[in-house]
């Protein structure tokens, strides 16, 4: 028995809960496809919505990858590593693209979700793959922690999406 056995039921849950919504996520952006679009809306999308689909799809993936029939940790140790250090070379891409963008100022909170805390998920991804060999539980419980957090994350940064399409862009419009 390897020590991902264990963690079965927990990669069906967060799996089957990062692929609703990314389903969910697709069905707001339909609703939303038919009010105006600015000239830098585009810009806004790869900022602040695209990081969402790639966390859920990140998590989606790891729940993946986590739930095969390994025979130890070492293989997946390496895949979720792999993950990590893209999720973070990723967020340098999704600073660069928010402070580029023009639509909409970042505030703290959203460098917050949308940079510094997926950095740390990812980081946390990574540093636990490099000790998974000597500390396979642990390691397992820390990669845990950060799927769970990239999974709040998404769901903090789709809420906020909605909200701000829903009321801000509504009171542009007058309606």
Same mark, same amino acid.
């Given at each position: 028995?390897? $020590?991902?056995?264990? /963690?079965? =039921?927990?990669?069906?849950?967060?799996?089957?809960? @990062?692929?609703?919504?990314?389903?969910? *996520? +697709?069905?707001?952006? !339909?609703?939303?496809? =038919?009010? $105006?679009? #600015?000239?830098?809306?585009? *810009?806004?999308?790869?900022? +602040?919505? !695209? $990081? !969402?689909?790639?966390?859920?799809?990140?998590?989606?993936?790891? @729940?993946?990858? *986590?739930?095969?029939?390994?025979?130890?940790?070492?293989?997946?140790?390496?895949? /979720?590593?792999? &993950?990590?250090?893209?999720?973070?070379?990723?967020? +340098?891409?999704? @600073?660069?693209?928010?402070?580029?963008? !023009?639509?909409? #100022? $970042?505030?703290?909170?959203? /460098? &917050?979700?949308?940079?510094?805390?997926? %950095?740390?998920a990812y980081g946390t991804m990574t540093v636990s793959a490099c000790i998974a060999r000597l500390n396979a539980g642990e390691a397992?419980?820390?990669?845990?922690? %950060?799927?769970?957090? &990239?999974?709040?994350?998404?769901?903090? =940064? @789709? /809420?906020?999406?909605?909200?701000?399409?829903?009321?801000?862009?509504? *009171?542009?419009?007058?309606?």
């Open positions: 028995m390897t $020590p991902l056995a264990g /963690w079965e =039921n927990f990669y069906v849950v967060v799996g089957s809960s @990062a692929g609703a919504l990314i389903g969910l *996520q +697709f069905v707001v952006i !339909t609703l939303i496809a =038919n009010t $105006p679009i #600015a000239p830098d809306q585009a *810009q806004a999308g790869d900022a +602040f919505a !695209t $990081p !969402t689909i790639v966390h859920f799809s990140v998590v989606l993936l790891l @729940a993946g990858v *986590q739930s095969a029939p390994w025979r130890g940790v070492g293989p997946v140790a390496v895949v /979720w590593g792999l &993950l990590g250090l893209g999720g973070i070379v990723y967020e +340098f891409i999704v @600073a660069r693209r928010m402070r580029v963008q !023009t639509l909409y #100022a $970042p505030v703290v909170e959203d /460098w &917050l979700f949308h940079v510094v805390l997926p %950095a740390v397992l419980f820390a990669t845990g922690a %950060a799927v769970v957090l &990239l999974l709040f994350i998404g769901i903090h =940064n @789709a /809420w906020d999406a909605v909200t701000y399409h829903v009321f801000s862009k509504k *009171q542009e419009h007058g309606k």
